[in-house]
């Protein structure tokens, strides 16, 4: 089992990283939101000038925000820098592309974007369409070593529901996931081979499997209701809030779609939503306030036990080893750790310290 951070894009932070990998972490995601946090390319940079050995990449980038060949471009450029280290997350945006009042991007859509990414990182001509037309494109001056592609990048999808899984059995490295029920993955994990069946394809031993989450160690005394386990996993619990209500609205709001987990303050969030003062076209910026960052005060009350316990580990050091060797035993090889902004590096430390060593 490896272990790896996530961590807001913001510039100053990129030391984070460092310290990641003097804590034994093997793997930084950083994500690409561009309407919240800073570039994610400069701190991949930064990082990866500044670090020896823990793999760096995107979590994630999707094709609305950047054009194919931009994409190829900066990561290949990250890829000079520490070569061999690097990866390149995707997905369809769910958060990028609605923070720029658009809808995520199609799967299809999806499909096209890493056809032409994964041609131009193994250094091929390929077709490329853009506005219409379709021209044949592939790096130029590879002798003056402006991007390495000699060092394989990985690309790995962030994918949920079952096309989207399927997807990533089909065309990826690897597979990035938000669960930490071994029902749900070992369905996901499934979904991935029926992707890679479709096209006759057998998955690699060292195709990647993640699933994100974040966690907390219970200190005596404490709960789930113990404000300190609220502040280190109130933000992850309140993204998956906040998705939860775009896919509720988007169903035509079926109360089928709303987690159970959620099911208890569903109707009180939907009436927190209505309440919001900027009109509905442009309510996603309120919808998606601290994004994965902060939980704002109108919202801390539905950060639930009954949620924290669905979407986080949260336990005694024995109980968090024992729900990561669930997942391992099904199939996953990593677990990424995404905690609030400003508790990421305590809840990085407890966890190397108290959980990490019964993996080493």
């Known amino acids: 089992m490896q272990f790896a951070i996530m961590i807001d894009s913001h510039i100053d932070k990129w030391p984070l990283i460092r310290r990641a990998e003097e804590l034994g972490y093997d793997r930084a995601y950083v994500p690409d939101s561009e309407m919240i946090w800073s570039d994610c390319h400069a701190i991949l940079a930064l990082a990866a000038a500044n670090t020896r050995r823990i793999a760096l990449g995107t979590g994630v980038s999707n094709p609305g925000s950047r054009l194919a060949p931009v994409t190829a471009c900066a990561i290949a450029t990250i890829n000079r820098i520490a070569p061999g280290r690097v990866f390149l997350g995707l997905g369809t945006g769910h958060t ?19 056809r032409v990414v994964r041609a131009l990182l193994d250094g091929e001509e390929v077709d490329y369409p853009y506005q219409g037309q379709s021209r044949l494109i592939k790096f130029m001056h590879r002798d003056r070593a402006y991007l390495d592609l000699d060092h394989r990048i990985p690309i790995y999808l962030a994918a949920n529901a079952a096309q989207a899984t399927q997807l990533a059995g089909e065309i990826a490295d690897g597979w990035i996931t938000h669960t930490i029920d071994p029902a749900v993955g070992a369905a996901g994990l499934q979904r991935l081979q029926e992707g890679a069946h479709r096209v006759g394809r057998s998955l690699p031993a060292h195709f990647h499997t993640t699933f994100q989450t974040t966690t907390c160690v219970l200190r005596p005394g404490e709960n789930l209701r113990s404000e300190r386990v609220i502040d280190w996993t109130g933000a992850h619990v309140a993204c998956v809030l906040h998705i939860a209500w775009e896919q509720w609205n988007k169903s035509g709001r079926r109360d089928e779609t709303v987690p159970r987990f959620f099911a208890d303050i569903w109707e009180e969030y939907v009436a927190h939503v209505e309440r919001m003062s900027l009109p509905p076209a442009a309510r996603f910026r309120q919808i998606h306030e601290g994004h994965c ?39 996953f090889n990593e677990v990424h750790l995404y905690p609030p902004a400003d508790c990421d590096r305590a809840v990085f430390e407890e966890f190397a310290q108290f959980v990490m060593p019964a993996f080493r």
């Not at 609605?98 to 299809?108: D, I, K, N, T």
């Not at 316990?309 to 199939?331: F, H, K, S, W, Y």
């Open 96 to 114: 990028s592309m609605r923070l720029v009042g658009r809808p995520p991007a199609s799967l299809s859509h999806l499909r096209e974007y890493v």
């Open 293 to 331: 960052t902060f939980v704002t005060a109108q919202e801390r009350r539905f950060i639930t036990p009954e949620a924290i316990a669905a979407i986080c580990l949260v336990g005694t050091p024995n109980e968090i080893v024992g729900r990561i060797r669930a997942m391992e035993q099904i199939g």
